[in-house]
T-cell receptor, first 116, second 117 residues
Framework: SQTIHQWPATLVQPVGSPLSLECTVEGTSNPNLYWYRQAAGRGLQLLFYSVGIGQISSEVPQNLSASRPQDRQFILSSKKLLLSDSGFYLC???????????????FGPGTRLTVT | AQTVTQSQPEMSVQEAETVTLSCTYD???????LFWYKQPPSRQMILVIRQEAYKQQNATENRFSVNFQKAAKSFSLKISDSQLGDAAMYFCAYRRGSGGSNYKLTFGKGTLLTVNP
């Protein structure tokens, strides 16, 4: 069966410090991968998605970046964190289903980031 | 751009009763998919139910069913025989069906459901 992992589970970082959040998927190949952010009292906002190694699409311009160094690894980074980067970050994966033209997204447990 | 609106920030229901959560969306697309996700206190996002826009029949999953009104762009979730474990934040989400960045899920802001014993 497929599983998705995120770490760390919680993180407290000072303003201006770097960030690296990691997401890995097991039990599947060539998944679509996604990074979402959930701010307090708000829904999820898609930040990045990737359809393959080295292929990253950005949805929201910001000081965050994403990379996909391996097929099942997706990393969210920042060189200098802002207070506004605080939130709950969720990674998700899906398998493209060309025949059905939809792909259900499965979410990881999330990382709670607090920027102080 | 597509938008998803959940007009009920909070709802409550008595255990074993039925509750309906509202969702409306705005799109110019004809091919799309709609989803309801549940986020319990653990913060894990769990897919509850999905609906293909081209299907007229409303989707059902055990105690969960939807009322999909395509012309009105409405997609409500009905939870029957509510259980304590149904307490969670519920998000309505939209995804276009084909072309372009069709991987993107657009979420509403959520409805917090409380189940009273």
């Amino acid at each position: 069966s497929q599983t998705i992992h995120q770490w760390p589970a919680t993180l407290v970082q000072p303003v201006g410090s770097p960030l690296s959040l990691e997401c890995t998927v097991e039990g599947t190949s060539n998944p679509n991968l996604y990074w979402y952010r959930q701010a307090a009292g708000r829904g999820l906002q898609l930040l990045f998605y990737s359809v393959g190694i080295g292929q990253i699409s950005s949805e929201v311009p910001q000081n965050l970046s994403a990379s996909r160094p391996q097929d099942r690894q997706f990393i969210l980074s920042s060189k200098k964190l802002l207070l506004s980067d605080s939130g709950f970050y969720l990674c998700a994966w899906s398998v493209p289903r060309a025949a059905h033209a939809w792909d259900e997204q499965y979410f990881g447990p999330g990382t709670r980031l607090t920027v102080t | 751009a597509q938008t998803v609106t959940q007009s009920q920030p909070e709802m409550s229901v008595q255990e074993a009763e039925t509750v309906t959560l509202s969702c409306t969306y705005d799109t110019s697309e004809s091919d799309y998919y709609l989803f309801w996700y549940k986020q319990p206190p653990s913060r894990q996002m769990i897919l509850v139910i999905r609906q293909e826009a081209y299907k007229q029949q409303n989707a059902t999953e055990n105690r969960f069913s939807v009322n999909f009104q395509k012309a009105a762009k409405s997609f409500s979730l009905k939870i029957s025989d509510s259980q304590l474990g149904d307490a969670a934040m519920y998000f309505c989400a939209y995804r276009r069906g084909s072309g372009g960045s069709n991987y993107k899920l657009t979420f509403g802001k959520g409805t917090l459901l409380t189940v009273n014993p």
